[in-house]
């Protein structure tokens, strides 16, 4: 604690010079006691520290008793083989250095001619004085308060020194008389009023030349006024060479605009010759000069030109540009006048600018011109594309029209085929023919799927399908959904559930059902083990029909592609036989119904397939009858009219009709039908009629048909339209639909239904 102790005061006065001495190395000083205070710390850390750390025995003892490497001149308790007490040891070296590296610091930066001046003048103030004769007032001086003042306005103006002197009077509550003899009071005051415009030190070194206090002799007051002049000499030095670093031209005018002070830049960007970069050339020279060169323009009245820009400086003080050098160099020049009289000019060169903002005014002229021109190729393009975008959705129109007006021409042969098929898998139920008309069944039903599915896709493609927004519960879907797939999912050795719901739905029954019917026949087609589950879950205001399966899964780089057409996943593309179309209808109907259709998959453990729909309030619906399960038997016996203007189509009907053992009446028109009837000498039981008759339709001749026959008999319009205005036609006059090509089970169980319905309402 006693050698720290010891060094610390030491560094501590080292410093006392440099903050109250006010000697000549006063920033050196600093500097060397900084330089002290780290060698002396260095050494006693190394003679009192170092020998601890040893001690305890985390450095080798051969450092105490050899020294570093060696060098026994360094021994930490010996250095240089002095032999004294560990603490007087320690001390002695460290302030030592402290010491050395003090003096050696302080004397490596020279004293600047500021430093000097203030070292001079502590030294004058520290003189000895002759005995100054007993007084009644501490303070005398020679020299008045005007003089003060008068000294003070050379610095700072005669109104501002006015004022301040003014200022100081008021506060104090005195008066300042000019010849009086000014106090010490006084004198300071006027000391801090000069240094705040020159500086402390100027402002000591004028009062001291104008108090001549002391005895200081002629040299010294020489020296004084050497050292005043290098100091002022040094400020104007750096002051030039901060003017001379700025990038803009730079001139001082006094109040007779005569040039007293410029940068380099300002005689470089005029283009001066050298006799005007001197102090006392005139401003009106210098424009002329620039006038005479051709600097202000080619016009030949050399003083207007002149006079015109001593106006905008001396006068009107404006901004404005300038060209130089034959308008090779552009110059913007502002003007500032000064307190005393007289104004400064900064010269930038703006010649750059300039030309970039006037190439950019030409590409601005260009790229309007360029704008207006693409604009106008755009709105050509544009009533290109217009036109070319009514040509497309023509032609989408007249595509959608085209397969719809071919679907019944097309259709009316299949469903012959399909007709000649079922009865022959009805004839035959055993032995190779029934093996070759199942075949051929299975193959018109190929063909029939693929049909219409072409037809259905272009039909959500035409835009113009309006669904029939209905209530309806949601198990009516379900129950139809689980007697459709049942039987297929057990011949896949597949788990199917339907979970059983309550829940009622707005959407359209027929489009919703055909949408879970595609999800179902792929979860059920491409899942080889496991389950398929179709439930709905509540989602606040709506609902989720989701279908679960156990399948390969959907890799998430391929859930987009699924619902293309066409497209279907490598993996399993060979093992099960389709073409890609299920889940294009999906988004397709999804889209018409505005139902959101969501997919989540994991690769291996098979996919989720939702539909986002609205739930809707249950109803209350009059309890319906359900008829048993038909069969062929019960047919047997029933006249039924066929209407159909396709020869083989009516054979096909016939043919199948006649298999159930129904006595059939082929009709072609309404004509026809009439003279079957009035020849069979009773009403028909049931009317099978084809929407498109020739020139008519179906409901027409019905109607004729009606209004002849007073049992009113039931009616299914069997039509290859699958538009919603053929659907929504025959709903209105209360008949039953079926779409070609026909599926004779459908046919059977719909005759039975109607017919059953009838007897009932007969008893």
Same mark, same amino acid.
Request: hydrophobic residues 45%; proline residues 6%; glycine residues 6%.
């Given at each position: 604690l006693v050698s720290i102790g010891l060094v610390s005061f030491a560094a501590i006065a080292q410093f006392a010079p440099a903050f109250f001495g006010g000697l000549v190395w006063r920033r050196a000083t600093a500097l060397g006691a900084i330089a002290g205070i780290v060698a002396g710390f260095a050494v006693w850390?190394?003679?009192?520290?170092?020998?601890?750390?040893?001690?305890?025995?985390?450095?080798?003892?051969?450092?105490?008793?050899?020294?570093?490497? @060696?060098?026994?001149?360094?021994?930490?308790?010996?250095?240089?083989?002095?032999?004294?007490?560990?603490?007087?040891?320690?001390?002695?070296?460290?302030?030592?250095?402290?010491?050395?590296?003090?003096?050696?610091g302080s004397l490596l930066k020279a004293p600047e001619p500021v430093e000097r001046m203030q070292a001079h003048l502590f030294a004058l103030n520290s003189l000895p004085r002759p005995p100054v004769a007993p007084a009644l007032k501490m303070w005398r001086s020679s020299i008045t308060a005007g003089e003060l003042q008068r000294t003070v306005a050379r610095y700072l103006g005669a109104e501002r020194a006015q004022r301040s002197f003014s200022e100081y009077a008021q506060t104090n509550g005195t008066t300042i008389a000019p010849n009086a003899e000014a106090d010490i009071h006084l004198v300071r005051f006027t000391e801090h009023l000069l240094a705040s415009a020159i500086g402390a030190a100027s402002s000591r070194l004028v009062l001291s030349l104008l108090l001549r206090r002391g005895d200081a002799g002629s040299g010294a007051a020489l020296k004084l006024l050497d050292d005043a002049t290098e100091a002022l000499q040094y400020n104007r030095d750096l002051l030039q060479s901060a003017l001379d670093q700025v990038r803009h031209g730079l001139s001082v005018f006094d109040r007779n605009m005569q040039l007293i002070c410029w940068n380099r830049q300002f005689r470089e960007l005029l283009s001066l010759p050298t006799e005007l970069g001197r102090v006392g050339a005139s401003l009106d020279q210098i424009l002329r000069v620039c006038a005479e060169r051709g600097d202000f323009g080619r016009a030949k009245d050399i003083d207007a030109l002149v006079a015109e820009r001593l106006i905008k400086l001396a006068v009107t003080h404006e901004t404005y540009q300038e060209h130089f050098i034959d308008g090779k160099r552009i110059l913007e020049i502002r003007t500032s006048p000064m307190p005393q009289g007289g104004i400064v000019t900064t010269y930038s060169d703006i010649t750059e600018r300039v030309e970039a903002a006037e190439a950019l005014e030409r590409v601005n002229e260009t790229l309007e011109r360029r704008v207006q021109e693409r604009t106008a190729e755009l709105t050509e393009v544009n009533k290109a594309l217009a036109i070319a975008k009514r040509k497309a959705d023509q032609a989408n129109l007249d595509k959608t029209r085209f397969l719809a007006a071919t679907s019944h021409d097309v259709l009316q042969?299949?469903?012959?085929?399909?007709?000649?098929?079922?009865?022959?898998?009805?004839?035959?139920?055993?032995?190779?023919?029934?093996?070759?008309?199942?075949?051929?069944?299975?193959?018109? =039903?190929?063909?029939?799927?693929?049909?219409?599915?072409?037809?259905?896709?272009?039909?959500?493609?035409?835009?113009?399908?309006?669904?029939?927004?209905?209530?309806?519960?949601?198990?009516?879907?379900?129950?139809?959904? =689980?007697?459709?797939?049942?039987?297929?999912?057990?011949?896949?050795?597949?788990?199917?559930?339907?979970?059983?719901?309550?829940?009622?739905?707005?959407?359209? %029954?027929?489009?919703?059902?055909?949408?879970?019917?595609?999800?179902?026949?792929?979860?059920?087609?491409?899942?080889?083990? @496991? %389950?398929?589950?179709?439930?709905?879950?509540?989602?606040?205001?709506?609902?989720?029909?989701?279908?679960?399966?156990?399948?390969?899964?959907?890799?998430?780089?391929?859930?987009?592609?699924?619902?293309?057409?066409?497209?279907?996943?490598?993996?399993?593309?060979?093992?099960?036989?389709?073409?890609?179309?299920?889940?294009?209808?999906?988004?397709?109907?999804?889209?018409?119904?505005?139902?959101?259709?969501?997919?989540?998959?994991?690769?291996?453990?098979?996919?989720?397939?939702?539909?986002?729909?609205?739930?809707?309030?249950?109803?209350?619906?009059?309890?319906?009858?359900?008829?048993?399960?038909?069969?062929?038997?019960?047919?047997?016996?029933?006249?039924?009219?066929?209407?159909?203007?396709?020869?083989?189509?009516?054979?096909?009907?016939?043919?199948?009709?006649? @298999?159930?053992?129904?006595?059939?009446?082929?009709?072609?028109?309404?004509?026809?039908?009439?003279?079957?009837?009035?020849?069979?000498?009773?009403?028909?039981?049931?009317?099978?009629?084809?929407?498109?008759?020739?020139?008519?339709?179906?409901?027409?001749?019905?109607?004729?048909?009606?209004?002849?026959?007073?049992?009113?008999?039931?009616?299914?319009?069997?039509?290859?339209?699958?538009?919603? =205005?053929?659907?929504?036609?025959?709903?209105?006059?209360?008949?039953?639909?079926?779409?070609?090509?026909?599926?004779?089970?459908?046919?059977?169980?719909?005759?039975?239904?109607?017919?059953?319905?009838r007897a009932v309402a007969a008893e």
């Open positions: 850390t190394y003679t009192l520290l170092l020998p601890w750390v040893i001690e305890a025995g985390w450095l080798p003892r051969t450092i105490m008793t050899e020294g570093p490497f @060696g060098l026994g001149l360094l021994a930490p308790q010996a250095l240089f083989h002095s032999h004294l007490n560990p603490l007087t040891h320690g001390v002695l070296w460290s302030m030592a250095a402290n010491v050395v590296m003090y003096v050696a042969p299949l469903n012959a085929a399909r007709l000649y098929a079922t009865s022959l898998v009805e004839r035959h139920s055993a032995g190779p023919e029934a093996k070759l008309a199942r075949n051929v069944d299975a193959s018109l =039903e190929a063909v029939e799927e693929i049909l219409n599915v072409i037809i259905e896709i272009s039909r959500l493609d035409a835009g113009g399908f309006e669904p029939d927004i209905t209530v309806f519960p949601l198990s009516d879907i379900f129950e139809r959904l =689980e007697v459709e797939f049942q039987a297929l999912a057990r011949e896949r050795r597949l788990e199917l559930r339907i979970m059983p719901t309550t829940l009622w739905v707005a959407s359209d %029954r027929r489009l919703l059902r055909r949408l879970l019917q595609n999800l179902l026949s792929n979860a059920i087609k491409y899942t080889s083990s @496991g %389950r398929v589950l179709l439930g709905a879950r509540r989602r606040g205001p709506r609902l989720n029909i989701e279908v679960h399966d156990t399948g390969p899964g959907i890799p998430v780089a391929k859930r987009a592609l699924i619902f293309k057409e066409f497209q279907r996943l490598e993996e399993t593309a060979h093992t099960v036989r389709g073409l890609g179309l299920g889940l294009a209808i999906v988004e397709r109907i999804g889209r018409v119904l505005n139902h959101a259709i969501e997919l989540n998959s994991t690769p291996g453990r098979g996919s989720m397939f939702a539909v986002a729909l609205p739930r809707a309030e249950p109803r209350r619906i009059a309890a319906a009858s359900v008829p048993a399960t038909p069969v062929a038997g019960r047919l047997a016996g029933l006249l039924v009219l066929c209407i159909d203007n396709e020869p083989d189509v009516l054979n096909a009907s016939c043919i199948l009709l006649e @298999g159930w053992g129904c006595t059939v009446l082929p009709a072609v028109n309404a004509a026809d039908a009439t003279a079957r009837c009035r020849s069979a000498g009773r009403d028909p039981d049931i009317i099978l009629a084809d929407y498109h008759l020739d020139g008519t339709t179906g409901l027409e001749t019905v109607r004729t048909l009606h209004a002849i026959l007073p049992s009113k008999p039931p009616v299914v319009v069997i039509t290859a339209d699958h538009s919603a =205005e053929v659907q929504r036609a025959v709903r209105a006059h209360g008949y039953s639909l079926l779409r070609k090509p026909l599926k004779a089970a459908a046919l059977r169980a719909l005759m039975h239904q109607l017919t059953r319905q």
